[in-house]
């Protein structure tokens, strides 16, 4: 079994920033990516950021230049989404996604898991 541990949701001013942290642990064999995404009611899930297991970067048009994902090289299976310049239209609730090959009955499978959510605010 694997699980995303995410942190570091809450409520900012506009123009202020935020860090979100995201910690899978459990059988995981190998992984294809980790990244964000965020919805708010009555809308669709969308992609806010998402890296390779290479490094590669993917970015929504509305986020780039202000926010950054990154991982932990010395946390394995540990990435954060540093967020500034925080606009009212940011205000969701992000998701941590990961796509990981896990350990199954002798086999590995690819899955693809999410966090719990975690609420980020932004309002003056």
């Known amino acids: 079994q694997v699980q995303l541990v995410e942190s570091g949701g809450g409520l900012v001013q506009p123009g202020g920033s935020l860090r979100l942290s995201c910690a899978a642990s459990?059988?995981?064999?190998?992984?294809?990516?980790m990244g964000w995404y965020r919805q708010v009611p009555g809308k669709q899930r969308e992609l806010v950021a998402q890296?390779?297991?290479?490094?590669?970067?993917?970015y929504a048009d509305s986020v780039k230049g202000r926010f950054t994902i990154s991982r932990d090289n010395a946390k394995k299976n540990t990435v954060y989404l540093q967020m500034n310049s925080l606009k009212p239209e940011d205000t969701a609730v992000y998701y941590c996604?990961?796509?990981?090959?896990?350990?199954?009955?002798?086999?590995?499978?690819?899955?693809?898991?999410w966090g719990q959510g975690t609420q980020v605010t932004v309002s003056s």
């Open positions: 996604n990961a796509d990981f090959g896990v350990l199954a009955t002798g086999t590995v499978r690819r899955v693809v898991y």
């Open positions: 459990g059988s995981i064999f190998s992984s294809y990516s």
């Open positions: 890296m390779t297991s290479g490094g590669s970067t993917n």
